[in-house]
């Protein structure tokens, strides 16, 4: 058995104190650790700096941060004082985001995603062993400084959000960890031999590497209504965020229904492009069904060689949440 961690907590219909009050929750049922995403919402840090304060033994991460919104340096520093506030409990996903976000909402050039990952993980290894951050790239140039707040630890770990093949086996070259999401347990065989590939070409290995995937739940007896309420948010990434979903979706065998999706979501059909969404697609990538069935699909995903599954709950008010926080509890 992995460790069953939480994505996204945000208690739907609640205040700001209740979502504090259902992260100590959290800890105390047994949930491993914390994390929160950023595109074009709330800011990660600003969230995951109250809930580490609030918690004491879950891990507190990014499940991601964009590497085209920050400077490596800021983000370091925001990373180490992190890590010093958490006592040793931050972790740093990273991903590249998509050329819509990194150009419409940043205004940054979105190019040469790989190369500017790479660069972005020299300069952050630098600074997380307390070294001078020079660094002569082709997107940066840093010389003489050194930042000064001593690191908590010299191995705060960094994960990667990867889809593509040679992501994916940047990841395996560079990362602690890797944060897939729209994971099929069944199908991803060729992303861990990506992973593998990456790993070992830096004289590591495939278990040098944490797989912690984020996964929507739906903790109910109504299968077929869980599924409609999961077709619009699969539609939405293969349709409406760039092609990387799409991709990632004909490498893993569902290659003609994404098409469809695509097809019908650029045509602006949202409703039509959601009905086109599967029970197959869902079933692979999502957990649905009333606890114990939870509990053995999120077994799969452990059997399958992951070492951390990161709940995304989809319930609608604050009374559902917490009750489906309690009965797939690690504890």
Not at 15 to 38: I, K, P
Not at 226 to 250: L, W
Request: proline share 5%.
């Amino acid at each position: 058995m992995g460790d069953v961690g939480l994505m996204g907590m945000r208690v739907p219909g609640a205040s700001w104190r209740d979502t504090r009050d259902a992260a100590v929750l959290a800890e105390q049922l047994g949930y491993s650790c914390l994390t929160m995403g950023e595109s074009w919402g709330e800011d990660a840090l600003t969230s995951l700096a109250q809930l580490g304060a609030v918690t004491s033994r879950m891990r507190i991460g990014t499940s991601i941060v964009p590497v085209f919104a920050r400077s490596p340096a800021n983000l370091a520093m925001t990373a180490l004082n992190m890590d010093r506030m958490c006592e040793g409990r931050f972790f740093l996903g990273l991903g590249t985001s998509g050329r819509l976000v990194v150009e419409d909402l940043h205004g940054e050039k979105f190019a040469k995603p790989l190369t500017r990952m790479r660069e972005y993980i020299d300069v952050l290894r630098k600074a997380l062993r307390g070294e001078r951050l020079d660094h002569d790239g082709e997107f940066f140039h840093l010389k003489r400084f050194q930042l000064r707040i001593p690191p908590y630890r010299p191995d705060l770990p960094i994960y990667i959000a990867a889809l593509s093949p040679q992501s994916l086996r940047l990841t395996g070259e560079l990362a602690d960890g890797w944060l897939p999401i729209f994971l099929a347990p069944s199908r991803m065989a060729a992303a861990t031999a990506e992973l593998e590939a990456g790993a070992r070409a830096a004289g590591r290995s495939l278990a040098d590497i944490k797989i912690s995937p984020q996964v929507s739940i739906y903790v109910t007896d109504d299968v077929g209504a869980a599924r409609d309420r999961e077709r619009p948010h699969i539609a939405f990434y293969i349709g409406g965020m760039g092609v990387f979903y799409h991709q990632y979706m004909q490498r893993i065998g569902f290659g003609a229904e994404a098409d469809r999706v695509r097809s019908a979501y650029q045509s602006r059909d949202r409703d039509g492009a959601a009905r086109l969404v599967t029970d197959e697609m869902v079933d692979a990538m999502t957990i649905v069904g009333n606890p114990p069935q939870c509990r053995d699909q999120i077994q799969k995903f452990f059997d399958a060689g992951v070492h951390e599954v990161r709940l995304v709950f989809n319930e609608p008010d604050k009374d559902a949440y917490l009750k489906a926080l309690r009965a797939v509890a690690p504890r």
